[in-house]
C-alpha cells in the first residue's frame, strides 16, 4: 500500500517503541517522517533504521519544550515541505501508586507532556500547515484513561483527559483535521516493562487473544486513522487491548 505516498508526517517519542514503529509503518506506506524523542544517538539510530536522511529526520528534545516543538515543525516543512500527520505519541509516568500519594511536581510534569504538550503540538501543526491545507491527527491514549488501574491513577487521569481533549479538538478543527485517538492495554515495550516483565505469560492469559499487544499493531491502527480509509472518522478513541476490557481487566 502507499496511502501515504507525497505525505509528510510528526510522530513524538519516536526513537523506539509505538513511536517508532508508528514512523516505520508510514514510511513504508510511502510517507517522509520527522521523528522526535529526547536522545540524539537513540534518534540517529532510528533514521538509519527508517531508511536515512532521504526518508526520516530527526529533531532531539523534551516534548513539552516550546523551542523545541517550534523547531520540529519547521524541520517537516523545510525537508519536506508539508505536514500532513502529527501523532501525539510521548508520554511519560514518573510515578506508580496511589493517586493521593502523588507528589505535586509529577503530577503537574505528567499533565505537561501527556496532554498540554499534545494542545501545543497541535496549534502549531495546525497554524503552519493543516488549517489550509488538512491533516490528520492521532493521539496515543491508554486503556488507564477509561478503566481505572491500581499504580496508574495520576497516568489515567492525564490519559482521560486527552480522550476528551480528542473529541474537543475534532469538533474544533473539523472539517479540514480529522482528530483520533488510540487506548492500548499493555504494549511490549521498555515504557511498559514493569507492567509485564516478570508475569508476561500469566498477564497475557486476562487477554481474549492471549497475548500482549506489540508496537506494530498499534502502529498499524495509526496508519489506519492518518489515512483516507479513515475519512469518516474523527473524534474517536478507539481501544486496542487484545480484548482484556471485555471481562472488566487491564
Not at 505525505?7 to 520527522?34: C, F, M, N, Y
Not at 497541535?122 to 491533516?135: C, E, F, N, R, V
Not at 499504580?151 to 483535521?177: C, D, F, W
Not at 483520533?180 to 511498559?192: E, M, R
Request: net charge negative.
Amino acid at each position: 500500500m502507499n496511502r501515504f505516498e507525497g505525505k509528510v508526517a510528526l510522530i513524538t517519542g519516536a526513537s523506539r517503541g509505538i513511536g517508532l514503529a508508528s514512523a516505520q509503518r508510514l514510511v513504508d506506506e510511502g510517507a517522509r517522517v520527522v521523528i522526535t524523542a529526547r536522545k540524539i544517538d537513540a534518534l540517529n539510530d532510528a533514521v538509519a533504521q527508517l531508511g536515512g536522511p532521504e526518508f526520516a529526520v530527526a529533531v532531539a528534545g523534551a516534548s513539552d519544550d516550546a523551542e523545541h516543538q517550534g523547531l520540529a515543525v519547521e524541520a517537516a516543512l523545510s525537508h519536506f515541505g508539508r505536514l500532513d500527520v502529527l501523532v501525539n505519541n510521548c508520554g511519560i509516568n514518573p510515578y506508580y501508586g496511589d493517586l493521593l500519594s502523588v507528589d505535586e511536581s509529577a503530577a503537574r510534569k505528567i499533565l505537561d507532556v501527556n496532554l498540554l504538550a499534545t494542545i501545543a503540538w497541535t496549534k502549531l501543526a495546525h497554524d503552519s500547515w493543516m488549517a489550509t491545507s488538512g491533516g490528520s491527527i492521532v493521539n496515543i491514549t491508554s486503556l488507564a484513561g477509561l478503566l481505572p488501574e491500581t499504580g496508574l491513577g495520576m497516568y489515567g487521569v492525564s490519559k482521560a483527559a486527552l480522550n476528551h481533549l480528542t473529541r474537543q479538538l475534532a469538533v474544533e478543527l473539523g472539517p479540514q483535521i480529522r482528530v483520533n485517538a488510540l487506548a492500548p492495554a499493555v504494549v511490549k515495550t521498555k515504557f511498559a516493562a514493569k507492567l509485564y516483565e516478570q508475569h508476561e505469560l500469566e498477564r497475557s492469559q486476562k487477554y481474549a487473544l492471549k497475548r500482549l499487544g506489540r508496537p506494530e499493531d498499534v502502529a498499524a491502527a495509526v496508519a489506519f486513522l492518518a489515512s483516507d480509509d479513515a475519512a469518516w472518522i474523527t473524534g474517536q478513541t478507539i481501544v486496542l487491548d487484545g480484548g482484556v476490557s471485555l471481562t472488566g481487566g487491564f
